[in-house]
């Protein structure tokens, strides 16, 4: 079945280093990506997505790659602040199922003054 | 964007009652919603697909008498934990999509006692 894998957490950044979290897939056919994020007391809001090989989805200075001959979809940031501490899911969806998406366990970011 | 609430934020409960969790959207009609459970640390697994008007989808190890669903208007579905035990405790999230987008809401924490 579609599975999901992200990087375990917590990653802890100072303000303003370079950010990845790792994100690697596997589904049949030819998913649609997503990452979400979840602040604290929030409910999950999509970050980015991208819905094709090689298509490049970004959002507030986030930036994502589909990368089909890797399955993978690593998220990348390249000057993190404190309002990005948060939890983020990688996520697919595989066309045809009714937007069921299936998600990673969450990456827990922490981000230091 | 769109907007999905939940009401209650939290709730506790002591064994053996049951719970209702209300999942409304605020302004768009929802004719599926989704309900997924949140275990700390953990990812979101989808429990059911609530159709409006029908029955719900439930996925596999669900027990669908444990966890009833209602999707009894457009824009409010209801889940309601039946017998609540202390393994029931939980996060449950709902959401809902427009297009190839998820909305989701904030959440609800459910204590068994």
């Known amino acids: 079945g579609d599975s999901v894998t992200q990087m375990e957490g917590p990653v802890t950044l100072s303000e303003e280093a370079f950010l990845t979290i790792n994100c690697t897939y596997t589904a049949t056919g030819y998913p649609s990506l997503f990452w979400y994020v979840q602040y604290p007391g929030e409910g999950l809001q999509l970050l980015l997505k991208a819905t094709k090989a090689d298509d490049k989805g970004s959002n507030k200075g986030f930036e994502a790659t589909y990368r089909k001959e890797t399955t993978s979809f690593h998220l990348e940031k390249g000057s993190v602040q404190v309002s990005d501490s948060a939890v983020y899911f990688c996520?697919?969806?595989?066309?045809?199922?009714?937007?069921?998406?299936?998600f990673g366990t969450g990456t827990r970011l922490q981000v230091t003054l | 964007g769109a907007v999905v609430s939940q009401h209650p934020s939290w709730v506790i409960c002591k064994s053996g009652t049951s719970v209702k969790i209300e999942c409304r959207s605020l302004?768009?009609?929802?004719?599926?919603m989704f309900w997924y459970r949140q275990f700390p640390k953990q990812s979101l697994m989808l429990m059911a697909t609530s159709n409006e008007g029908s029955k719900a989808t439930y996925e596999q190890g669900v027990e669908k008498d444990k966890f009833l669903i209602n999707h009894a208007s457009l824009t409010l579905s209801t889940l309601t934990v039946t017998s609540a035990h202390p393994e029931d405790s939980s996060f449950y999230i709902c959401s809902s999509s427009i297009g190839d987008t998820q909305y989701f809401g904030p959440g609800t924490r459910l204590t068994v006692l």
């Open positions: 996520a697919l969806r595989t066309t045809g199922t009714a937007s069921k998406l299936t």
């Open positions: 302004d768009f009609q929802a004719t599926t």
